[in-house]
């Protein structure tokens, strides 16, 4: 067997999760996973660990071989290594077996450095295909970033308010009550407005439990404030990404590509996203047109005597609405389908504005029409 061969097969084996190797591969993956865990886990009992380690110990070593095979043919089968050795995940696999290796480089127990095994439980990630949803973590921070002049200005406000209601307490209660300084005050002042309450300092007086009310209620207020500008900022981000894709699926479509950038910026204003599921039918024959669908991504099938498939950055439903009739065939989801939907009224407004517009959809609906 040749080289190419051999690092396809294991290819298949290691990232092919829709054959019958590389499923068992996850399966078999996923087991030593967990099995590894709830050694890392059971270690870190002291009663466990002084009954049991050496074999715990045993265990891990066993496991840690595995996974560093594993490791090295991942590199050995993977079509762009560099990019697997330096991806997130690629670099988790690697931090999960060097613990045990430095037991060998370094004398005497490494302390809580090895319990850095537990990322092992994010390669899940990885086995049930959820590594996509990890993008919603680049785009949190994303948020983060457009929120920080917000958030700076809520933390400064928040330490004045932490300071002022401190020493307002330390005047109050005084160090008779236990707010010996205007610093025990301070940290006071964070466990109520957090609505922690640890109670190891409360107030003594009305007037001191008045203010620890009003802090209380102070708190929960402001600590919904930052969530509120942070899923401001994250749904702003996601807005604004559909735009951009939508705006680069209009002007790759030859009907709108002669088109100013002015008018293409108008119709993706007026386009409805619309995410269809296999084998739904968007419309019948004999339907009344009253939109055109553009294809973001997926494929549709126009069922007549040859069916025709359609895919990305195809569009259909102008022939109807040019002609003004019915639906001349069924159109059906034929995989998971993303559409831009343009209404029949947004169109009419469009077609006023650019004329050039209603003659490209006519050209286009005489040309399908034959």
Same mark, same amino acid.
């Given at each position: 067997? #040749?080289?190419? +061969?051999l690092r396809d097969k294991l290819r298949e084996i290691i990232f092919g999760y829709r054959t019958r190797s590389g499923k068992i591969f996850d399966i078999v993956l996923l087991a030593a996973i967990i099995l590894s865990l709830i050694g890392v886990i059971m270690d870190s009992d002291k009663e466990i660990h002084n009954k049991y380690g050496s074999l715990l110990f045993t265990i891990e070593w066993i496991f840690t071989i595995i996974f560093t095979i594993e490791y090295i043919l991942r590199i050995y #089968? #993977? &079509?762009? &290594? &560099? =990019?697997? %050795?330096? #991806? $997130? @995940?690629? +670099? %988790?696999? @690697?931090l999960s077996i060097i613990p045990m290796y430095l037991t060998l480089i370094i004398a005497g127990p490494i302390g809580h450095l090895s319990d850095i095994r537990i990322l092992r439980l994010i390669r899940v990630f990885r086995i049930f295909r959820l590594a996509p949803y990890l993008k919603s973590g680049h785009r949190m921070q994303i948020a983060l970033r457009s929120s920080r002049p917000k958030i700076i200005v809520f933390i400064l406000y928040i330490s004045l308010v932490v300071v002022v209601l401190g020493t307002l307490m330390y005047i109050v209660e005084g160090q008779k009550n236990g707010f010996e300084s205007i610093a025990d005050s301070i940290y006071w002042a964070v466990v109520t407005l957090t609505t922690v309450g640890y109670g190891d300092v409360t107030p003594v007086s009305d007037l001191g439990k008045l203010i620890s009310s009003f802090a209380m209620f102070l708190g929960i207020a402001m600590f919904a404030l930052p969530a509120a500008i942070l899923a401001?900022?994250?749904y702003e981000d996601i807005q604004k990404r559909n735009f951009l894709v939508s705006l680069e699926a209009i002007t790759e479509i030859n009907l709108f590509s002669n088109l100013p950038i002015g008018a293409i910026t108008k119709i993706n204003s007026k386009l409805e996203p619309l995410v269809l599921p296999a =084998?739904? %039918?968007i419309f019948e024959k004999g339907d009344i047109a009253d939109a055109l669908y553009i294809i973001e991504f997926g494929s549709v099938q126009v069922e007549i005597e040859t069916p025709v498939i359609l895919g990305s950055g195809d569009?259909?439903?102008?022939t $109807? @609405? %040019?002609s003004q009739a019915e639906r001349n065939a069924t159109i059906s989801v034929l995989e998971e389908v993303k559409l831009l939907k343009l209404s029949k009224e947004s169109l009419d407004e469009l077609s006023e504005e650019y004329p050039a517009l209603f003659e490209d959809l006519k050209r286009s609906a005489a040309d399908r029409t034959g």
């Open positions: 067997m #040749s080289k190419d +061969i #089968s #993977s &079509r762009t &290594r &560099r =990019k697997y %050795i330096f #991806s $997130g @995940l690629g +670099i %988790i696999d @690697l401001s900022a994250y =084998k739904q %039918i569009y259909f439903g102008e $109807g @609405l %040019i």
